[in-house]
C-alpha cells in the first residue's frame, strides 16, 4: 500500500503540505460553528500533547492536567477583562460583589506582554513545583494520579469559591472583549484564532517530536520501562519528570488559553474530575507514546462527543465508558498504535487474504505462534 | 470544654461516614495495588438497593415491620455491590493484573456505564440487554465448532457480539414504544429514600446533641471494623489474603490459590461499599451522582492512611473528619478569639465548607511529602516496582 | 498518514450517521396544515447534577409548543408556522450551555432559544447572545443585576421573591437570619442583597455559610446555626440541587426543626424537590414562588391536569415550569403581534404583551421582566403548599434598590438610548 507514496520525499512533504491546504480550505467550506470546533478541538490536542509526554512516553498518568489548562485560559482571560477598560473602571462583575478596587494579582495582566508569557510560565512553574515536590519524594504510580487528583480538587474549590477574587463559578467571558477593535466573538475573528491554533498545534507537535526523539525522549521511555535500573545507571529520573511534566503544564496552559478564546469562557468548570480523565483516553484512544495519536484522538473523540451529544445525548456516557474498556482491554496502544504495529494487515488476513510475509509464511501466519509473540511482549512489559 | 466535646463527636461523625466508605477501597487496594473508581457506583447501588427495599416494605409489608427496613438493606446492598464487584473484577480487573493505571482508567469507564445506567434503565432496557448479554454467550454454542478455531475467529467474535448487541437495542426500541416498558426504573432524578423514624430524631447527651443518624453510622462503621478485621485475622481466607498482601509471588508458590483471593478481596471491598452507600441515604441525596461525592475523600483517606493495617485507614478517615470540622466551622476562633490580627484573617478566610476542603487537601499534600507512603507504611524489604 | 485520518474520519462519520438513524428511526408524524415551520431552541441540562430540575422545564415548554401547534401554530403574514423544537443537551455543564447555543444560533438558524437554569449557565451562554445579537428566554427565578437587551426573564426578580419573603419573615417570624446558600452566584448575589434588606429593615445576619455545589457533609454549618442561634431563628436557604436533601436530613437530625423555634424558608424548593427530598423532612418550612401547583383557579388547575396527562400521574407542576410555559406563549404572541419571527421586531412587540398563564394575567414590562403574582407558602405533608400570603401582581425591578452599588439604577428597553440597560433614574 506504501507504493503509491514510494518517493521519499513525496512522503514526507506530503503532511505538510495537506496540513496548509486543510489549514486554507476549511475556514472556506466548513461553517463558522464547525470551524470553530474544529479549532477547539485542536487547541484540545495541545493538551493531549502534554499527556503523551507524561503519560505515554514517561508512564505517569496525571488527572490534574486540568488545572493548567485552566491556569493558562484565566491568564489569558484576565487580561482581555482589563483591556479596553477606562482607567479606573473595574471589570462589570465585580460589582455585584461589592469589590471596590482591583485584587493585587490581577495588576500585571494589564500588560499584553506579560499575559503572553503568564500563559505558559505560570501552568509551567505550578506544575513543576508540584512536579518536583511530588518525585523527589518518589511518589509514583497510583499514588500520582491521585495526588494529582486531589491537586486538581484544591484548585477548582478554590477558584470555585472566590467570587470576589476571580468570579467563581461564574468564570470569566471572553466572546464580548476586543482585541484590536475587533469583537472577539465574531466570525472573522474567530477565523484568526483558527489559524492561531493551527500554527501552534503545528509548533508544540513539532516541539514534543524534538523532545522524544533524541536523549531526552530515551530518558523518558526509560523512566517509564525501569525508573530504578535508570536511576543506578547514574541518571536523576527526578530531574527529567519535574522538567517533562513543567513543559506538559506549559502545553496545557497554551491548550486552554486558545480554548477560552474560542469558546468564549473559562470556568472552574475546566478544573472538573471528569475533564481531566477525558483528556487521558483522547490519548489512550488515539494511540499513546505517538504524538500524532494524541492529536488525532483529542480531534475525533471530540467531534464524535458533540455529534452524539446532539443526537441522542444519553447514550454518551455509555459509548465514553466503553471506549475506556475498549481502549485499556482490547487496543492499549490505540488506533495508530495499532495501525503502526500492522493491525490493518493483521485484519486482512484473518479473512484470508495473506499478506507479504517478512518470514515463512508458517512463523508469519500461524496463530499459535502469534498468539506467543504476544504474549511475550507483554511480559517484556513495554509497549513500543 | 462543651465544645471539645462537640468537636469530637461532629468530627468522629464526619470521619466515620469516611471510615465506612474508604474501607473497602483500603482492602482492595491493599492487596492488588488497584484503585477502584467504580467504588463511589458501588456505593450508589447500595443506596439504590435501599430505595428498593425501602419501596418494597411500604409497599407489601405490613407497616409495623418498615423502621427495620434499612436492616434487611444492609446486607442486601453488600450482596448486591459484591456481585457487580464481582463481576467487575472477573471481567475486568483480572486481564488488567499488574497494570494498576490501566485498571484506574478502566473502572473509570465501569463507573461512567454504571451512572448513565441507573438513569437510562427501565423494562425495555433491561430485556434488551439481558437479551443480547444471553445471545452473545450462547453464540459459540450453538455454531459450528470448527468456526472457532480459524483464522478470522476473532472477528466472528466481535462481529457476533455487535449482531446480539444490535439485537438487543432494536428490542429495547420495539418495546420502548409501550409505555409500560418504556418508564425508566429510577430515572436521572433523584430518589427520595426516607429514614424511618427512629433514626430521625436526636439524643441529648450531656450538652453534646447526637443525632440519631449518626450515631447509627458510627455504630455501624465500628462493627464493620470488627468484622472486617475479625475475617482478616482470624479467618482461613483472611489468612490468606494478608498472605498475598505480604507477597504475592510466594503466597503463589505456597499453593493458596491467588486467583481466588482476589476475586473474594474484591466482593469484600465493593460489599463494603454497599454498605457505605446505605449508610450514606441517611445524610445527603441519593441518585446517579452520589458517588462522585465521596470518591475524592476515599482517594485521601487511603492515600494517608497508607496500606499496611486498617488503623492507617481508620486514622486517617478521623483525622480528615475532625479537621474538616474544626476548620470548616471556624472552631479555633471561639476558643481563642483574642488572635492576632493576621492569622485571623487566614482562619476566617478558609472558615466555608468549600475553603475547608481546600487546605484540608493541601495539607494531606504536605504531609506526604514527610510521610510519602502514608501513616502506616507497608513493612517489609521490596524492590520498589 | 494521510490514509489513517481518512479511514478514521470515514469510520466516525459513518458511526454518527448510523447513530443518528437510530435516533431518528422513531418515525417523525407531522401532520395538520401548516404553510411553513420555525425552529427553536430548547437548551436545557438533560444529563448531569442539574438533569433533576431541567427536565421539567424543558417538558413544560414542550408542552406549550405542541399546545400552540395544535391550535393551528404561529400566524405570520397570513401563513400558518408549525413550531418545530430543537433541543440541545446543556450537560449541567456551564461553558457547554455556550457551545451549544452556538450551535442552535449558527447550525440551526432558530428564531430563539428558550433555555437555562442556574445563573452560572445564564451566565456562559449571555456573552453568546450579545455576541450575535440573538435572543434567550430564561424562566428561573434569579438574583436580578442584569437586564440584557439579549435575554427575557420570564422567572422572578428578587423583588419579586426573596424581598417579600425577607420583609414576610422579618414581620412574623424574627430579626436573626442565617443565609445558607451553594457556592455559586445566585446565593451570593442574592444574599448581597438580603443583607442590604436586613440593614435597612432592622434585621441582622448572624451568619452565613456556602456549600460548593453537590457537598453533602453539613455537619459544620450546623454547628455554626447552633452557635450563632441556639434558641431558633431565621434561616434563608439558597441551597440548589442535591445539597438539600444532606441539609434537610441532616438539620431535622440535629433538632433545627420548625417545631424548636426554627423558620426555614427556601428559595428552591419547589413541589418537584419536595418529592425528591421527602415531604416529611421539608413539612413546616417555607418557601416564596410566583406559583404553586395547589393555587387554586382554574387556569392552574388545567394546566396541572394536562401537564400529568402528558407525562405522568404522579408529576408534579412547580413554578419553573410554569414560567418556562407562559415564556413560551409570550413569545408566540409577540410574534403575532410583530408579524415576523425575526429577533429584534419580537423584542419590540415583546414589551406590553400579555398572557392568561396559570398564575394569572402576566404582563410584560419594559425591563424584559414579567409582572408577576408573589405567594408565600408552607410545606404540607402531602408535599404541596398551603398559600399563607398572597401578596398580589409586583413590578419587577431587575437593579436591586437595597444595594448602595444599583441603587438608583433602572432598566427601559423601550428608551431610545444607549445605555437603557442600566441609567439612572
Known amino acids: 500500500m506504501a507504493d503509491l507514496l514510494s518517493s521519499r520525499n513525496l512522503r514526507r512533504w506530503l503532511p505538510w503540505v495537506l496540513i496548509v491546504l486543510a489549514a486554507l480550505v476549511l475556514p472556506v467550506i466548513l461553517p463558522p460553528f464547525r470551524l470553530n470546533l474544529l479549532g477547539r478541538f485542536l487547541s484540545l490536542g495541545i493538551v493531549a500533547l502534554g499527556v503523551d509526554l507524561i503519560w505515554g512516553y514517561t508512564g505517569m498518568l496525571s488527572l490534574g492536567q486540568g488545572i493548567f489548562f485552566a491556569l493558562g485560559g484565566y491568564a489569558l482571560a484576565m487580561y482581555l477583562q482589563l483591556n479596553e477598560l477606562k482607567p479606573g473602571e473595574l471589570p462589570e462583575f465585580f460589582s455585584l460583589y461589592g469589590v471596590k478596587s482591583l485584587p493585587a494579582f490581577w495588576q500585571p495582566f494589564n500588560s499584553p506582554l506579560f499575559t503572553l508569557i503568564a500563559i505558559w510560565v505560570i501552568p509551567a512553574l505550578v506544575a513543576g513545583v508540584l512536579g518536583y515536590l511530588v518525585f523527589r519524594n518518589r511518589i509514583k504510580g497510583v499514588y500520582f494520579s491521585i495526588l494529582t487528583q486531589a491537586a486538581l480538587l484544591v484548585f477548582f474549590n478554590f477558584f470555585n469559591g472566590q467570587q470576589k477574587l476571580i468570579n467563581g463559578t461564574n468564570g470569566l467571558k471572553t466572546s464580548t472583549a476586543r482585541i484590536f477593535g475587533e469583537l472577539i466573538g465574531s466570525d472573522a475573528m474567530q477565523r484568526n484564532l483558527f489559524w492561531l491554533t493551527v500554527v501552534i498545534t503545528v509548533a508544540a507537535y513539532l516541539l514534543c517530536r524534538w523532545l522524544t526523539h533524541g536523549r531526552f525522549g530515551d530518558a523518558l521511555i526509560a523512566i517509564r520501562d525501569d525508573e530504578p535500573r535508570l536511576r543506578f545507571t547514574g541518571y536523576n529520573p527526578t530531574a527529567y519528570k519535574t522538567v517533562v511534566f513543567a513543559v506538559a503544564g506549559a502545553l496545557a496552559g497554551i491548550s486552554g488559553a486558545l480554548y477560552t478564546v474560542q469558546s468564549g469562557i473559562v470556568s472552574p468548570q475546566y478544573m472538573a474530575v471528569p475533564f481531566s480523565i477525558e483528556m487521558v483516553i483522547w490519548v489512550a484512544v488515539g494511540g499513546r507514546g505517538t504524538l500524532i495519536g494524541a492529536l488525532l484522538g483529542a480531534v475525533l473523540i471530540n467531534y464524535a462527543k458533540s455529534l452524539v451529544s446532539e443526537a441522542l445525548p444519553e447514550t454518551w456516557l455509555f459509548i465514553q465508558g466503553g471506549l475506556f474498556l475498549l481502549v485499556v482491554l482490547a487496543l492499549p496502544d490505540g488506533l495508530v498504535g495499532w495501525w503502526r504495529q500492522g493491525g490493518p494487515g493483521r485484519l486482512i488476513a484473518m479473512v484470508g487474504w495473506p499478506p507479504r510475509t517478512a518470514t515463512y509464511p508458517a512463523l508469519d501466519l500461524d496463530p499459535q505462534v502469534g498468539a506467543e509473540q504476544d504474549q511475550l511482549e507483554r511480559r517484556g512489559g513495554g509497549q513500543g | ?385 | ?425
Open chain 2, 1 to 385: 470544654m462543651d465544645l471539645l466535646y462537640d468537636t469530637l463527636f461532629n468530627g468522629l461523625a464526619i470521619g466515620s461516614v469516611l471510615v465506612l466508605a474508604a474501607l473497602g477501597l483500603a482492602v482492595v487496594f491493599g492487596l492488588m495495588g488497584v484503585i477502584n473508581m467504580a467504588h463511589g457506583e458501588l456505593m450508589m447501588l447500595g443506596a439504590y438497593t435501599t430505595y428498593v427495599v425501602q419501596n418494597i416494605f411500604k409497599a407489601v409489608l405490613p407497616e409495623a415491620l418498615f423502621p427495620i427496613y434499612i436492616l434487611v438493606a444492609l446486607p442486601l446492598a453488600f450482596l448486591v455491590s459484591g456481585l457487580v464487584g464481582l463481576l467487575l473484577e472477573k471481567t475486568v480487573i483480572r486481564r488488567l493484573y499488574g497494570r494498576p493505571l490501566e485498571t484506574l482508567l478502566a473502572t473509570w469507564g465501569v463507573s461512567l456505564i454504571l451512572q448513565q445506567f441507573v438513569r437510562s434503565v427501565s423494562s425495555a432496557f433491561a430485556i434488551g440487554l439481558v437479551v443480547a448479554v444471553v445471545a452473545g454467550i450462547l453464540v459459540p454454542r450453538f455454531t459450528p465448532k470448527a468456526w472457532w478455531q480459524q483464522r478470522w475467529t476473532p472477528l466472528l467474535g466481535t462481529g457476533s457480539w455487535i449482531v446480539t448487541g444490535l439485537v438487543g437495542v432494536v428490542i429495547a426500541s420495539v418495546l420502548g414504544e409501550q409505555r409500560v416498558f418504556d418508564q425508566p426504573w429510577f430515572s436521572a432524578r433523584n430518589i427520595d429514600v426516607t429514614a424511618p423514624v427512629w433514626l430521625r430524631g436526636s439524643i441529648d447527651v450531656g450538652v453534646v446533641n447526637m443525632p440519631a443518624a449518626r450515631l447509627f453510622i458510627i455504630a455501624l462503621t465500628v462493627v464493620a471494623l470488627l468484622l472486617v478485621n475479625w475475617f482478616l485475622q482470624k479467618s482461613v481466607w483472611g489468612m490468606r489474603i494478608r498472605a498475598v498482601t505480604q507477597n504475592r509471588t510466594m503466597s503463589d508458590c505456597l499453593g493458596i490459590p491467588t486467583e481466588k483471593v482476589d476475586a473474594l478481596t474484591f466482593l469484600i471491598g465493593s460489599g463494603l461499599a454497599g454498605v457505605a452507600g446505605v449508610a450514606v441515604t441517611l445524610l445527603g441525596s441519593v441518585g446517579p451522582n452520589l458517588g462522585g461525592n465521596y470518591i475524592v475523600d476515599c482517594f485521601m483517606v487511603v492515600v494517608l492512611g497508607g496500606v499496611g493495617k486498617l488503623a492507617g485507614t481508620v486514622l486517617a478517615a478521623l483525622g480528615i473528619g475532625i479537621l474538616s470540622y474544626v476548620v470548616g466551622s471556624g472552631s479555633l476562633l471561639l476558643v481563642w478569639p483574642a488572635m492576632p490580627e493576621g492569622l485571623n484573617t487566614v482562619i476566617t478566610f478558609f472558615a466555608t465548607t468549600s475553603m475547608a476542603k481546600v487546605l484540608v487537601f493541601a495539607l494531606i499534600v504536605v504531609f506526604l511529602q514527610i510521610r510519602p507512603a502514608g501513616l502506616f507504611p507497608q513493612k517489609g524489604r521490596m524492590v520498589e516496582a
Open chain 3, 1 to 425: 498518514m494521510r490514509k489513517t485520518s481518512l479511514r478514521l474520519l470515514g469510520g466516525a462519520t459513518a458511526l454518527a450517521t448510523s447513530l443518528t438513524l437510530v435516533a431518528c428511526g422513531g418515525g417523525d408524524k407531522a401532520g395538520g396544515d401548516f404553510d411553513g415551520e420555525v425552529k427553536v431552541g430548547i437548551l436545557h441540562s438533560r444529563s448531569g447534577t442539574m438533569a433533576i430540575s431541567e427536565n421539567t422545564v424543558a417538558e413544560a415548554e414542550l408542552m406549550a409548543i405542541d399546545e400552540i401547534n395544535a391550535k393551528g401554530g404561529i400566524t405570520i403574514d397570513g401563513k400558518k408556522l408549525k413550531i418545530v423544537p430543537v433541543e440541545e443537551d446543556g450537560a449541567s455543564d456551564w461553558p457547554t450551555f455556550a457551545e451549544k447555543a452556538t450551535k442552535l444560533i449558527d447550525q440551526d438558524k432558530v428564531a430563539v432559544v428558550f433555555g437555562g437554569w442556574t445563573s452560572a449557565s445564564r451566565k456562559a451562554m449571555l456573552p453568546v447572545f450579545e455576541a450575535k445579537d440573538h435572543f434567550l428566554f430564561y424562566p428561573i427565578q434569579y438574583e436580578g443585576q442584569e437586564c440584557s437587551k439579549n435575554i427575557f426573564y420570564s422567572g422572578a426578580a428578587p423583588n419579586q421573591q426573596a424581598e417579600p419573603a425577607v420583609d414576610w419573615l422579618l414581620k412574623n417570624k424574627g430579626k436573626d437570619f442565617f443565609l445558607v446558600g451553594s457556592d455559586y452566584v445566585y446565593p451570593r448575589t442574592a444574599n448581597t442583597i438580603m443583607r442590604e434588606q436586613l440593614k435597612a429593615n432592622g434585621g441582622k445576619v448572624v451568619g452565613e455559610d456556602y456549600l460548593p455545589l453537590g457537598n453533602t457533609e453539613v455537619a459544620p454549618i450546623i454547628a455554626k446555626i447552633k452557635q450563632a442561634m441556639p434558641k431558633g431563628g431565621v434561616i434563608v436557604n439558597t441551597l440548589n440541587g442535591d445539597s438539600n436533601v444532606a441539609f434537610f436530613k441532616q438539620m431535622k437530625a440535629a433538632g433545627i426543626t420548625p417545631a424548636n423555634g426554627y423558620s426555614i424558608m427556601s428559595f428552591s424548593i419547589a413541589e418537584e424537590e419536595i418529592a425528591a427530598i421527602g415531604p416529611e423532612y421539608l413539612e413546616g418550612t417555607y418557601a416564596a414562588w410566583n406559583y404553586f401547583q395547589s393555587l387554586d383557579t382554574p387556569a392552574s388547575k388545567e394546566f396541572t391536569k394536562n401537564f400529568k396527562a402528558k407525562y405522568g400521574d404522579k408529576r408534579v407542576t412547580n413554578d419553573p415550569a410554569e414560567a418556562a410555559y407562559m415564556m413560551v406563549y409570550l413569545w408566540a404572541a409577540a410574534a403575532e403581534k410583530a408579524n415576523s419571527v425575526d429577533d429584534n421586531k419580537v423584542r419590540e412587540a415583546l414589551i406590553g404583551v400579555s398572557f392568561d398563564a396559570p398564575e394569572g394575567k402576566v404582563t410584560v414590562m419594559p425591563n424584559h421582566h414579567v409582572e408577576k403574582l408573589v405567594l408565600i407558602g408552607e410545606v404540607q405533608k402531602d408535599g404541596m403548599f398551603k398559600i399563607l400570603e398572597n401578596k398580589g401582581f409586583v413590578k419587577p425591578v431587575a437593579w436591586n434598590q437595597y444595594v448602595p452599588e444599583t441603587k438608583g439604577y433602572t432598566c427601559d428597553w423601550t428608551q431610545n438610548r444607549p445605555d437603557a440597560g442600566k441609567y439612572k433614574m
